[in-house]
């Protein structure tokens, strides 16, 4: 098992930027997979982008590629989700989530979680 605790969200107006962490301890970071959902009020949770355990490969939702970038850094035990030019849409709690094996994109396939962080994009 990975603890995984998120930070970074808060409160910002449309078409500005919030840089997500999401900090692991417990096991070899490198070990994991890891990914970003969100969750809007009403709605499922959704994948947002993904990332392989050595950063090769990522992946996003189309809704906001182009805007969003996933990273992470090892050695720091952390992952990353820059996102630009926030959108009144992109409000939810974020939340991130590392499984074993490579990434995937649904809930179920994760079986590690952090608490969430809350980002609110104002009009």
């Known amino acids: 098992q990975v603890q995984l605790v998120e930070s970074g969200g808060g409160l910002v107006q449309a078409g500005g930027s919030l840089r997500l962490s999401c900090t692991a301890s417990?096991?070899?970071?490198?070990?994991?997979?890891m990914g970003w959902f969100r969750q809007a009020p009403g709605k499922e949770r959704e994948f947002v982008a993904g990332?392989?355990?050595?950063?090769?490969?990522?992946y996003y939702v189309d809704s906001v590629r182009g805007r969003f970038t996933i990273s992470r850094a090892n050695a720091q035990n952390r992952g990353y989700l820059q996102m630009n030019n926030l959108k009144p849409e992109d409000t939810a709690v974020y939340y991130c989530?590392?499984?074993?094996?490579?990434?995937?994109?649904?809930?179920?396939?994760?079986?590690?979680w952090g608490q969430g962080t809350q980002v609110t994009v104002s009009s």
């Open positions: 990332i392989s355990r050595y950063g090769v490969n990522t």
């Open positions: 989530a590392a499984r074993r094996g490579g990434v995937a994109s649904t809930t179920d396939e994760y079986e590690n």
């Open positions: 417990g096991r070899t970071f490198s070990s994991y997979a």
